[in-house]
């Protein structure tokens, strides 16, 4: 609109548009942030900053509905049911009957993902195993009578382990071996490292780091976010320059991955912003391991720019459901490369009590 109307109109009376458009705008937003509707009017008359997450977020849920929270490799419905079965098995006192209002769909969920033959043979795994320990563990009503039987109809997947997907105890889990000082340490290790050492960065080594990571905590467990990887060095500084906050080191670059939120994982708009908080959390641990594995890290802010997003969508053909969360460079740093100092704040500055 803007290079168009440049086209047709001196330079200097687009700039008094321009000024006069921005003092409106400060005006009116000051008077409209006064309640919800006037804000949601702003939005929609004088400022379409929010209209692609709208979009995004609508696109989402009507694929979800579309596809019954059942995608190619993973089912959204199946993981959330799984992890809510789960917890209700662990529940103290654990109750003699639940689920009831889901159990049917959980069966039939996974009912469809066993026929598409394409989810993840260990995510298939889990539901059965839950579903089978509930189905021993609970009272059989009507409702819960009626899955039973269809559940044991289903051709379920053979598994070779002996190892139960199912809920153990606190005694019996995983003890790492590292102790806070150590961890401590590699948190300071870990610094936003935007020089590299011109060194292909190994895809098997980045499957590594991802595996590592996956372990991150996620809203229902359904972990709505992928990390589309670029290893040519060349096309990742490409990729790495649509946002603006790589001038300077985007051709440095070795190996990037874009981590994409997927907005289908949600059938209700409640929802829209746990991309965003499964994406940071999973991002934090993947520069951990990395970090593990000898290479290092900047994660890269995805700002939401109509024109990036267009080149963004275009470069990794994204749908309307999914969005950039941020981006991050990996490579192995160089030795005689900066690193900005960074002062932390302090626990006392982080910490507020509430008594
Ligand atoms: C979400 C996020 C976005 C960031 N975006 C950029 C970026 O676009 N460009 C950049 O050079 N650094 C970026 N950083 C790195 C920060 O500048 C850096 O984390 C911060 O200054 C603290 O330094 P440290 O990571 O070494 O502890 C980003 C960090 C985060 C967490």
Redesign the pocket.
Known sequence: MKSQLRKILPNKIINQITNMRFRMKSILSRYMAKNRFTSALYYFIFDFQYHREQQATLAGKNTYQANEGVFEKSSALLRRNTHRLEKGLIMVPRKPIFAESYIIETVNCLSQCLHLNTIEPAELKWAQDVLEKYFKSVDHCSVIKQANELFEKLPLVDSQSSIQSIPYLYSERIISNIDSKALHQLFKQR??T?WFDNKPVDIQVIKQAVEMASQAPSACNRQPFQFYTITDAKKASKIAAI?M??KGFAENIQALLVIVGDLSAYPKERDRHVIYIDGGLVAMQLMLAFESLGLST????WPDIELYEKQMDKALSLEKHQRPI?LMAVGYGEKDGG??F?QKKSAEQLIKEIS
Do not use: Q
């Open positions: 610094r936003s935007r946002p906050g790589t900047c994660p890269i802010n941020m690193i900005p960074s």
